[in-house]
T-cell receptor
Framework: GESVGLHLPTLSVQEGDNSIINCAYS??????FIWYKQESGKGPQFIIDIRSNMDKRQGQRVTVLLNKTVKHLSLQIAATQPGDSAVYFCAEFITGTASKLTFGTGTRLQVTL | GAVVSQHPSRVICKSGTSVKIECRSL??????MFWYRQFPKQSLMLMAT?????????EQGVEKDKFLINHASLTLSTLTVTSAHPEDSSFYIC??????????FGPGTRLLVL
C-alpha cells in the first residue's frame, strides 16, 4: 500500500548547526504535507505545512522543501537549539471525503551541546 | 492558535473495565475530530474519524464495538475503551479540525491497563 516514510530514524546535531530531516512519500494524490514536532509524552505540535503546488515554504527558523518528482519532503531547521530535540513526523493529507492524515515513521532529533 | 485539550492526561485501570477519554476544542468549533493511537517509539495510527452528530468512521482493523466514539457537540468528542485489556495500553491522541483542514492535536492520554 502507499505510505509515508522517513530515511533516518535518529539524527544527532550539534547546537547551532542546521538540521535536515527527510521524508519520502509514495502517494502522488497527496496534496498537502505537514511537519509535526512531538516531545516526549505530548501530542504533536504543528510546525509548518506545504501544498503540492509549492516547492518551498519558510517559517521562523524552519524551511520545508517539496520535490514532487522524487516524492521527497524535507524539514530544515536553522541554528538548531536544545529545545528542538524531539521526534519529528511528516504527514500527508489527501483532500476529499476522508481528509485524513497519514503519518510517517518519525525521526528523533538529538541536539548535542 | 487553536487549543485542544484531553482529559484525563493519564489513567490506570484494571483489565475488563471501561475507560472514557474526553477531547475538547477550547476556542474553535471542531466539525471533525480524529482519534489516534501511538505505541512507544512508533508513529501515530489513525483509529477513527468523527463528525459532529454522525457516526464515526473507523479505520480497518479497529473494532468499533471496543472503541466507542461519540461526537455529540462541536467542541467535545469522547473515546471509550470498553473491556480494556493490557494490550490496549497506549498513548491516545485526539485532534480536531474546524473550517480549515489543519488538525490541532491534544496533549494525549496515557492509558495503562493492569
Amino acid at each position: 500500500g502507499e505510505s509515508v516514510g522517513l530515511h533516518l530514524p535518529t539524527l544527532s546535531v550539534q547546537e547551532g548547526d542546521n538540521s535536515i530531516i527527510n521524508c519520502a512519500y509514495s502517494n502522488s494524490a497527496s496534496d498537502y504535507f505537514i511537519w509535526y514536532k512531538q516531545e516526549s509524552g505530548k501530542g504533536p505540535q504543528f510546525i509548518i505545512d506545504i501544498r503540492s503546488n509549492m516547492d518551498k515554504r519558510q517559517g521562523q527558523r524552519v524551511t520545508v522543501l517539496l520535490n514532487k518528482t522524487v516524492k521527497h519532503l524535507s524539514l530544515q531547521i536553522a541554528a538548531t537549539q536544545p529545545g528542538d530535540s524531539a521526534v519529528y513526523f511528516c504527514a500527508e493529507f489527501i483532500t476529499g471525503t476522508a481528509s485524513k492524515l497519514t503519518f510517517g515513521t518519525g525521526t528523533r532529533l538529538q541536539v548535542t551541546l | 492558535g487553536a487549543v485542544v485539550s484531553q482529559h484525563p492526561s493519564r489513567v490506570i485501570c484494571k483489565s475488563g473495565t471501561s475507560v472514557k477519554i474526553e477531547c475538547r476544542s477550547l476556542d474553535f468549533q471542531a466539525t471533525t475530530m480524529f482519534w489516534y493511537r501511538q505505541f512507544p517509539k512508533q508513529s501515530l495510527m489513525l483509529m477513527a474519524t468523527s463528525n459532529e452528530g454522525s457516526k464515526a468512521t473507523y479505520e480497518q482493523g479497529v473494532e468499533k464495538d471496543k472503541f466507542l466514539i461519540n461526537h455529540a457537540s462541536l467542541t467535545l468528542s469522547t473515546l471509550t475503551v470498553t473491556s480494556a485489556h493490557p494490550e490496549d495500553s497506549s498513548f491516545y491522541i485526539c485532534s480536531a479540525s474546524g473550517q480549515q483542514e489543519t488538525q490541532y492535536f491534544g496533549p494525549g492520554t496515557r492509558l495503562l491497563v493492569l
